[in-house]
């Protein structure tokens, strides 16, 4: 890593000899502006760059452009009457079209309150009462620690645990990381981060760049009706659209790979935006000394074109394959008494296709239309030089999914909303293995399974209403229907929300709700009695206040309680799964936030919460594998002028749990280890301090710009799993799974923006 140094002074120096030649120039802000919750244009929408004469009126078809503005950063604000105002941060760069759309909320106001206009930056959704986060581009791309992944960005939110500083796999109130749904455009993508499986915490990065996303929405929990089959988060994507007056070019190399993206208008009076990125870390084989490193790569691409002023037709498609080589050493083939160094051939792909039709009705309703078809596979072999495939799997997932969604604003004050939708499912599963004995002495018999079976499907339907019968209260009701024809089974959901007003700045908030997650077809695949399985099951009770202490500065404190029964059980030596866990998540959640105003932004984040599981009625509870009681991760930037921003970020959390040796036990001349209480001793406290530097150079007709991200600034070594094993000899040791990641990590980043 040490190489990095002589390449960054390099470029900072080469850099800084051509800033005397940077020279002023500016860009543009164009968008629409709608109303949220009908999809209507808003028209005369007031758009204007506060603190300048700038800005306008938006058109009738809701669209709007402010030329002449000067690069940098800039707040923009969008007022109409009777509805709420709605400001945003952002970049502007040279002779360039920045892209942003408005949804304004209707305001109910009523006689005798006193009406107090300011610049908003939180939105406040009464369908999402609680545990709502969004997140805009410039919060995405500028996060210390995140090396510009959005999923880095959120785990420094309450209620979200870091799992280590390799992965972007999320952990959310104390459940597993299969848990969480993620949407892209309405589009689910199964696994969002490269090198994730279901069920795991392995995952390098993000497979979409946050240079492409217009905002993020994420849901810890208490969700709304029309989110379902998950019952932890639901975690939403927003692609930008691409400029309709002229190209642009984005060309970016870091620690994620080599990206090059481009927007603008496409044949027949659309946009278009695609992106293409290479990882780069297989390329950082040679230099970091080791056997082998994954590459892979992500294809993401949207086409838009509007139909009259009523209809929108997005095509959006996405492709990310990973491939990861390991070739065992035949010199270790003959070590006695244990498996050698391993010959690993895995390759794991994904990828969506799917078309959005929106259309509007009058003043009042609109109908968002979604055809989707999502992929989802690995394969895996496993074994030594001699023998390669001792253990493997080819597994393949592919839905086909069809959902419609129609929202009307019977008045200011109600909203309804109501979907149905189908997804047919197919499945292929094969895996193998031959028979092992773990250092337990627990006998793992050979098996192979092969699954084929025929389509299957899910439907359902929701219904869900918004009433504000004040100025400031907001009443969600919904309930959900879902059938899952693998299983027979079929689950009702009720769900509720409340948002009161106490005061114009603090607003108490509650929300329950049930939640199902059905088996997916792989877990169903391992054994013939999975097919009886049920949807596991969680109940959410949240409650929290909210408190603005400035227009760009808000604090909340949450409480939350997550029963679960019928959660998944499986047995590893026969692949069965049954309903016989259970178990409970809670937590108090604080958090101080400062959204981007001036030069200060930065946020303080703190989670006390407990996580336990139980296998059976007769089987003792135990601390999941994802209970760390204490969460807390200090953020913060600050812009010293629009060339230069410096940034840290600080995490701590209680270590995590795992299960200790009792001692050894020698059985007919061999000698095992004895396990103790299940998670019963704790791993080291997780903490590192990661600081990072962004410096932006403009040029005439385009801007380069790169940071220093220095992770694990301290050399913290943290330990995450240990592991025991025993010789020959009897002798027992404790195997330490990080050794040797004690070291601080710079990574480099450079974009070149034209």
Same mark, same amino acid.
Request: aromatic share 10%; proline share 5%.
């Given at each position: 890593?040490?190489?990095?140094?002589?390449?960054?002074?390099?470029?900072?120096?080469?850099?800084?000899?051509?800033?005397?030649?940077?020279?002023?120039?500016?860009?543009?802000?164009? *968008?629409?502006?709608?109303?949220?919750?009908?999809?209507?244009? &808003?028209?005369?929408?007031?758009?204007?760059?506060?603190?300048?004469?700038?800005?306008?009126?938006?058109?009738?078809?809701?669209?709007?452009?402010?030329?002449?503005? /000067?690069?940098?950063?800039?707040?923009?604000?969008?007022? !109409?009457?009777?509805?709420?105002?709605?400001?945003?941060?952002?970049?502007?760069?040279?002779?360039?079209?920045?892209?942003?759309?408005?949804?304004?909320?209707?305001?109910?106001?009523?006689?005798?309150?006193?009406?107090?206009?300011?610049?908003?930056?939180?939105?406040?959704?009464?369908?999402?009462?609680?545990?709502? @986060?969004? &997140?805009?581009?410039?919060?995405?791309?500028?996060?210390?620690?995140?090396?510009?992944?959005?999923?880095?960005?959120?785990?420094?939110?309450?209620?979200?645990?870091?799992?280590? !500083?390799?992965?972007?796999?999320?952990?959310?109130?104390? +459940?597993?990381?299969?848990?969480? @749904?993620? #949407?892209?455009?309405?589009?689910?993508? /199964?696994?969002?981060?490269?090198?994730?499986?279901?069920?795991?915490?392995? +995952?390098?990065?993000?497979?979409?760049?946050?240079?492409?996303? %217009?905002?993020?929405?994420?849901?810890?929990?208490?969700?709304?009706?029309?989110?379902?089959?998950?019952?932890?988060?639901?975690?939403?994507?927003? #692609?930008?659209?691409?400029?309709?007056?002229?190209?642009?070019?984005?060309?970016? #190399?870091?620690?994620?790979?080599?990206?090059?993206?481009?927007?603008?208008?496409?044949?027949?009076?659309?946009?278009?935006?695609?992106?293409?990125?290479?990882?780069?870390?297989?390329?950082?084989?040679?230099?970091?000394?080791?056997?082998?490193?994954?590459?892979?790569?992500?294809?993401?691409?949207?086409?838009?074109?509007?139909?009259?002023?009523?209809?929108?037709?997005?095509?959006?498609?996405?492709?990310?394959?990973?491939?990861?080589? &390991?070739?065992?050493?035949?010199?270790?083939?003959?070590?006695?008494?244990?498996?050698?160094?391993?010959?690993?051939?895995?390759?794991?792909?994904?990828?969506?296709?799917?078309?959005?039709?929106?259309?509007?009705?009058?003043?009042?309703?609109?109908?968002?239309?979604?055809?989707?078809?999502?992929?989802?596979?690995?394969?895996?072999?496993?074994?030594?030089?001699?023998?390669?495939?001792?253990?493997?799997?080819?597994?393949?997932?592919?839905?086909?999914?069809?959902?419609? %969604?129609?929202?009307?604003?019977?008045?200011?004050?109600?909203?309804?909303?109501?979907?149905?939708?189908?997804?047919?499912?197919?499945?292929?599963?094969?895996?193998?293995?031959?028979?092992?004995?773990?250092?337990?002495?627990?006998?793992?018999?050979?098996?192979?399974?092969?699954?084929?079976?025929?389509?299957?499907?899910?439907?359902?339907?929701?219904?869900?209403?918004?009433?504000?019968?004040? *100025?400031?209260?907001?009443?969600?009701?919904?309930?959900?229907?879902?059938?899952?024809?693998?299983?027979?089974?079929?689950?009702?959901?009720?769900?509720?929300?409340?948002?009161?007003? &106490?005061?114009?700045?603090?607003?108490?908030?509650?929300?329950?709700?049930?939640?199902?997650?059905?088996?997916?077809?792989?877990?169903?695949?391992?054994?013939?009695?999975?097919?009886?399985?049920?949807?596991?099951?969680?109940?959410?009770?949240?409650?929290?206040?909210?408190?603005?202490?400035?227009?760009?500065?808000?604090?909340?404190?949450?409480?939350?309680?997550? %029963? $679960?029964?019928?959660?998944?059980?499986?047995?590893?030596?026969?692949?069965?799964?049954?309903?016989?866990?259970?178990?409970?998540?809670?937590?108090?959640?604080?958090?101080?936030?400062?959204?981007?105003?001036?030069?200060?932004?930065?946020?303080?984040?703190?989670?006390?919460?407990?996580? !336990?599981? =139980?296998? +059976?009625?007769?089987?003792?509870?135990?601390?999941?594998?994802?209970?760390?009681?204490?969460?807390?991760?200090?953020?913060?930037?600050?812009?010293?002028?629009?060339?230069?921003?410096?940034?840290?970020?600080?995490?701590?959390?209680?270590?995590?749990?795992?299960?200790?040796?009792? +001692?050894?036990?020698?059985?007919?001349?061999?000698?095992?280890? $004895? =396990?103790?209480?299940?998670?019963?001793?704790?791993?080291?406290?997780?903490?590192? #301090?990661?600081?990072?530097?962004?410096?932006?150079?403009?040029?005439?007709?385009?801007?380069?710009?790169?940071?220093?991200?220095?992770?694990?600034?301290?050399?913290?070594?943290?330990?995450?799993?240990?592991?025991?094993?025993?010789?020959?000899?009897?002798?027992?040791?404790?195997?330490?799974?990080?050794?040797? !990641?004690? %070291?601080?990590?710079?990574?480099?980043?450079?974009?070149?923006?034209?």
């Amino acid at each position: 890593m040490r190489r990095v140094s002589p390449a960054l002074a390099l470029v900072l120096c080469v850099a800084a000899l051509a800033a005397p030649i940077a020279c002023a120039a500016t860009g543009s802000i164009e *968008g629409r502006v709608i109303d949220r919750h009908t999809g209507e244009a &808003l028209f005369p929408a007031d758009v204007v760059v506060v603190g300048t004469t700038l800005g306008g009126i938006a058109s009738r078809d809701g669209r709007f452009t402010i030329r002449d503005v /000067p690069e940098g950063a800039h707040r923009v604000r969008a007022s !109409m009457m009777g509805y709420e105002l709605d400001v945003r941060d952002v970049v502007v760069a040279a002779d360039r079209a920045i892209r942003l759309d408005f949804e304004l909320t209707p305001d109910v106001l009523d006689i005798g309150l006193d009406v107090v206009i300011a610049a908003k930056h939180f939105e406040k959704d009464g369908e999402k009462p609680v545990s709502f @986060r969004s &997140l805009i581009p410039e919060e995405m791309r500028r996060a210390p620690g995140s090396v510009e992944d959005v999923f880095r960005v959120v785990q420094s939110m309450p209620g979200v645990s870091p799992v280590d !500083m390799t992965t972007s796999n999320l952990v959310v109130r104390g +459940g597993d990381p299969s848990e969480n @749904r993620t #949407l892209l455009e309405n589009i689910e993508i /199964p696994n969002p981060v490269h090198f994730a499986r279901p069920g795991g915490t392995i +995952g390098s990065v993000s497979v979409i760049s946050p240079g492409l996303l %217009e905002r993020v929405d994420f849901l810890t929990g208490g969700f709304p009706a029309k989110y379902g089959d998950r019952i932890s988060s639901v975690f939403e994507m927003k #692609l930008r659209d691409g400029n309709r007056a002229s190209y642009s070019t984005d060309l970016n #190399l870091n620690l994620a790979g080599f990206s090059f993206a481009l927007d603008g208008p496409a044949p027949g009076g659309g946009t278009m935006l695609c992106s293409v990125r290479r990882g780069v870390f297989d390329l950082l084989t040679p230099v970091v000394g080791l056997q082998a490193l994954p590459a892979y790569w992500d294809l993401v691409g949207k086409l838009t074109y509007d139909i009259g002023s009523s209809n929108r037709l997005s095509l959006i498609g996405v492709y990310y394959p990973d491939d990861l080589e &390991l070739a065992a050493d035949p010199e270790e083939e003959e070590r006695h008494g244990e498996w050698p160094e391993l010959d690993l051939d895995r390759h794991d792909y994904g990828g969506a296709v799917g078309l959005n039709w929106r259309c509007v009705f009058g003043e009042r309703a609109y109908l968002l239309t979604t055809a989707a078809h999502v992929t989802n596979g690995w394969t895996t072999k496993r074994g030594t030089y001699v023998e390669p495939a001792l253990v493997g799997d080819d597994i393949r997932e592919d839905e086909t999914d069809l959902k419609t %969604e129609l929202t009307y604003r019977v008045s200011d004050r109600l909203n309804v909303r109501t979907g149905v939708f189908w997804e047919t499912i197919r499945s292929h599963h094969t895996a193998w293995s031959i028979a092992d004995t773990a250092n337990t002495g627990h006998v793992i018999p050979a098996f192979h399974v092969t699954s084929d079976p025929p389509p299957t499907y899910k439907t359902g339907s929701y219904a869900q209403a918004t009433v504000r019968p004040t *100025g400031r209260l907001s009443l969600t009701g919904g309930l959900r229907y879902d059938y899952y024809d693998l299983t027979g089974e079929s689950n009702s959901s009720p769900r509720l929300g409340l948002s009161l007003g &106490l005061t114009d700045r603090t607003s108490l908030n509650v929300a329950y709700g049930h939640y199902y997650q059905t088996a997916a077809p792989h877990q169903v695949a391992l054994h013939p009695s999975n097919t009886a399985l049920k949807s596991s099951r969680s109940v959410h009770y949240i409650v929290g206040l909210e408190h603005l202490l400035s227009d760009a500065t808000r604090m909340s404190v949450e409480a939350y309680h997550k %029963e $679960l029964d019928d959660a998944f059980v499986e047995s590893y030596a026969t692949g069965e799964v049954t309903n016989e866990g259970s178990g409970y998540a809670r937590g108090v959640e604080f958090y101080l936030q400062r959204k981007m105003a001036g030069n200060l932004v930065g946020s303080v984040a703190y989670t006390y919460s407990i996580s !336990m599981r =139980q296998d +059976g009625d007769d089987l003792s509870e135990y601390y999941s594998e994802y209970d760390r009681p204490h969460n807390l991760t200090l953020v913060g930037s600050y812009r010293f002028s629009d060339s230069w921003q410096v940034g840290a970020r600080f995490q701590y959390a209680t270590g995590n749990p795992y299960t200790p040796a009792a +001692g050894v036990e020698e059985r007919g001349g061999e000698w095992f280890v $004895l =396990q103790g209480a299940r998670n019963s001793a704790r791993c080291p406290d997780y903490h590192m #301090l990661d600081v990072r530097v962004d410096r932006t150079f403009r040029f005439k007709g385009w801007t380069l710009m790169g940071y220093l991200d220095l992770w694990n600034i301290y050399g913290r070594q943290n330990v995450t799993w240990y592991g025991y094993g025993v010789d020959e000899s009897g002798t027992l040791t404790k195997i330490n799974a990080n050794e040797g !990641m004690s %070291e601080m990590i710079p990574i480099l980043g450079l974009e070149v923006a034209f």
